[in-house]
């Protein structure tokens, strides 16, 4: 039975290094988004976090889904060298998706990942994975499209459709294009702290922070106009996130019932008002641990966790560390849970 486990937070000393993998009938937006994200990242000196490289099964010319080609300068060799692999989608004589196999030169790619390097996937990438038995009991998502493929393929993973990415520590799967996005922000949050992440994320001009459980299709991500959004009621919940807020205090800034504006922000989000407040109370946990001097206590006040213990709880199920552990990760210095 596969289990979900909180996210791992990674920290690396030094310059991070990131690989492409990538293969025939590539997308090349896949290929932009780890490049732009990744590379945005800067410490408090402004200096690179990560650096990047694309590699292919052989150095040269790789062929896009789209008219054009890209010139990759590294072999698999490259792979050799990550701490970070990503593999995107392709969609060309793929072998992981007609036969559940990589193929003789793809499973001589695979082969020179060191040990201890983290694995990620977009989109159909994740067949890659699966194909190299990544995951085998083991959470992982792909696009919504790919699922039944997918399950008949590789039954021994624990596919989960529905979600934007997955985190299993040392592997990540991502489900289509915009969630590599997600995915992306996510392990840098991981690695580095919200500050960083929420930096990209402002820079890329894209939202800082989808949780992964969220759905990946959601019926109204834009309300239809005749439909009344719940935007005025989350902008005003975020004034407020240090107070405890009800759902009829919610509702009320729509001038909707509590029936209606629950289901109209579920099929606007995905996810229900009230899992909503949880993940915006944590992130902002998270930033004033990240930015503030703040004691734990205040912390949980200002974020609207009201009590230490509260807090303790969410950050445990959600990150898996304790306050003052995620602190220390951050801000290079351990303060009492009180």
Excluded at 60 to 65: C, F, K, L, P
Excluded at 124 to 150: I, K, M, N, Q
Excluded at 212 to 225: E, K
């Amino acid at each position: 039975m596969c289990k979900n486990r909180a996210m791992t937070v990674f920290v690396y000393p030094g310059r991070h290094r990131v690989a492409v993998l990538v293969r025939h009938g590539l997308l090349p937006i896949e290929l932009g988004i780890v490049h732009r994200l990744f590379n945005q990242a800067r410490d408090a000196d402004g200096q690179p976090l990560y650096e990047v490289v694309t590699c292919g099964l052989e150095a040269g010319r790789v062929r896009t889904d789209a008219d054009f080609t890209i010139q990759v300068p590294h072999g698999p060799e490259a792979l050799a060298e990550a701490d970070t692999v990503f593999v995107p989608a392709a969609y060309e004589h793929d072998e992981t998706r007609t036969h559940g196999s990589l193929g003789p030169a793809l499973d001589e790619a695979v082969g020179r990942i060191r040990a201890g390097a983290r694995i990620a996937s977009i989109c159909t990438g994740s067949f890659v994975l699966a194909a190299a038995g990544l995951l085998d009991g083991r959470r992982a998502t792909t696009h919504w499209a790919a699922t039944e493929e997918f399950r008949a393929l590789y039954p021994a993973v624990c596919l989960d459709p529905d979600v934007l990415y997955t985190d299993e520590g040392d592997v990540l799967t991502s489900a289509g294009v915009a969630a590599g996005i997600d995915l992306c922000l996510h392990m840098i949050r991981g690695d580095h702290g919200a500050a960083v992440a929420n930096d990209v994320a402002r820079n890329t001009v894209v939202p800082p922070h989808r949780e992964g459980g969220q759905a990946q299709f959601i019926l109204r991500p834009v309300p239809q106009p005749q439909l009344s959004s719940t935007g005025r009621a989350r902008a005003w919940a975020m004034e407020h996130l240090h107070r405890p807020l009800t759902l009829r205090e919610l509702a009320a800034q729509e001038s909707m019932s509590v029936r209606t504006f629950t289901r109209r922000f579920r099929e606007e989000a995905g996810i229900s008002p009230l899992q909503w407040l949880t993940r915006q109370r944590v992130d902002r946990a998270r930033h004033l641990l990240e930015e503030t001097d703040l004691s734990v206590d205040r912390v949980a006040e200002q974020s609207g966790f009201g009590t230490a213990a509260s807090l303790r709880q969410h950050l445990q199920a959600t990150l898996g560390v304790s306050p003052s552990a995620y602190r220390h990760t951050f801000r290079g210095r351990p303060l009492v849970d009180a």
